[in-house]
């Protein structure tokens, strides 16, 4: 069974980036540039992982992130250029599993 991840990311490289390699190990990617069609994707398809940029048009990661995890356990990683403390600790307590 094909495993989904969803990209939230408005970098265009990044997501090509990222979509190559997992596809290439078999995944498939399903990519948005925002955090409002992020967060209806979760919820309205079955999806593995969630990789969630933080700076993102209508919707930032973090309350992507918070709305989330309001309904579901999917597993998900912050990526972002954001690397200062207060930022990854914002993000685990918006109930990211890795930052």
Excluded: H
Excluded at 39 to 60: E, R, T, W
């Amino acid at each position: 069974m094909t495993k989904n991840i969803l990209i939230a990311e408005d970098d265009e490289d990044i997501v090509g980036l990222l979509r190559l390699y997992l596809e290439k190990d078999g995944y498939k990617v399903i990519s948005v540039d925002n955090g409002e069609d992020a967060f209806k994707i979760v919820k309205n398809s079955q999806i593995s992982l969630a990789l969630l940029d933080i700076m993102m048009p209508k919707m930032n990661g973090w309350d992507v992130c918070r709305e989330i995890r309001k309904n579901s356990k999917v597993p998900i990683i912050m990526l972002t250029a954001k690397s200062d403390e207060s930022s990854e600790l914002n993000g685990f307590e918006c109930g990211a599993d890795e930052y």
